[in-house]
């Protein structure tokens, strides 16, 4: 028995192998790659199907295909389906265009756009009514205005652990999908953050809580923001 008919005779290594094609054909469906990434995603997925397929045929085994078939689903819906799966008291169930005040703690250094920056936030709660905090979970993207930028030191007062109140109204992430396109919405989706919040004005976040400064996560934040 070659070498190739080998491998297509081992059910584990077929389930394997078209498990890792529909974990990569389904990252780049929703469009979470770069252009030239997807592309060469998609080449090499569909290039290894196409091989194991052919050699399958050749060994005249219709059985080789039941493997094949149950790797490429499970790949490519545990992957499609991952980021689609949120908490019941996540940030997001507050609708997009809703205004609220978010608390929790700066979860990212602060990056500069040509507007002003952005940081994320794993939220900890909304408040509802003055005095009443309702416990929420998941993540936030704040995008800050250049005033706010500029007025919280180029970002240096936004390090990651640091405890914010943040006055915004919530977005939700922008779809674009073009194949090959940058999916805005589908990236943030994988880390977990499924609303955005801009923030115009420095008087709409309040530093309640300042990060050690002698965390791992401070530390290396100051050096980025240098």
Known sequence: ??????????????????????????????GTLETFCWV?????A????????????????????????????????????????????D?????????????????QVPEKTRTGGFTEMDAKGVE???GRIQPVTGRLRLVLSDEVWQASLSGR???PGTAIRVETILDAPDHYWN???????????YKGIHRTGTVKHPEFIHILSPASRLAPSAITARIKLL
């Not at 077929?14 to 780049?28: D, K, N, Q, R, Y």
């Open 128 to 130: 509802v009514a003055p």
């Open 40 to 44: 060469i995603c998609q080449i090499l």
């Open 179 to 189: 194949p090959g396109s940058f999916n805005v919405g589908k990236s943030l989706g």
């Open 157 to 159: 007062s936004l390090i």
């Open 91 to 107: 940030v997001s169930f507050f609708k997009a265009g809703e205004e609220v005040a978010v608390i929790g703690l700066v979860s």
């Open 46 to 89: 569909f290039a290894s199907i196409g091989l194991v397929i052919f050699q399958g045929y050749r060994s005249r085994n219709a059985l080789i295909f039941i493997p094949m078939i149950l790797g490429f689903i499970s790949g490519f819906g545990w992957m499609y389906t991952s980021q689609q799966l949120v908490p019941d008291n």
């Open 1 to 30: 028995m070659n070498k190739n008919r080998a491998i297509v005779n081992q059910p584990a290594v077929l389930f394997t192998v078209f498990f890792i094609s529909g974990l990569v054909v389904a990252e780049a469906y929703v």
